[in-house]
């Protein structure tokens, strides 16, 4: 059962940056694909970003391209999701997920087999 535990949300104005974190544990798998997906007020929740930890592959929602950017630690337990040139149209609560690395990087929920619990971006005009 693989857990994972988020934090780096907050509240920033526009143009600002926030880093989040998630943490993987208690995976056997020899590699993970993770990713963020985000879910705003009244609207489905959305791929933003995947990254697989075995040969660090990403893949970004067109709407963040050029603005975050996904990343993992040394011990490829911990991915990243740097996020620049916030907009108040990226306020959402972001969701980690996880699965495992023979299907490669995606932002289709389904793929993932694993979520944290969110944490919350709020971005101000």
């Known amino acids: 059962q693989v857990r994972l535990a988020e934090s780096g949300g907050g509240s920033v104005q526009a143009g600002g940056s926030l880093r989040l974190s998630c943490t993987a544990s208690?995976?056997?798998?020899?590699?993970?694909?993770m990713a963020w997906f985000r879910q705003g007020a009244g609207i489905e929740r959305e791929g933003v970003a995947s990254?697989?930890?075995?040969?660090?592959?990403?893949y970004y929602a067109d709407s963040v391209k050029g603005r975050f950017t996904a990343s993992q630690d040394n011990a490829k337990t911990t991915v990243y999701l740097q996020m620049n040139d916030l907009r108040p149209e990226d306020t959402a609560m972001y969701y980690c997920a996880a699965g495992p690395p023979q299907y490669g990087v995606s932002l289709t929920q389904a793929r993932y087999n694993y979520w944290g619990q969110g944490t919350q971006v709020t971005v101000s005009s």
């Open positions: 990254l697989c930890t075995g040969d660090g592959t990403t």
């Open positions: 208690g995976s056997t798998y020899s590699s993970l694909c």
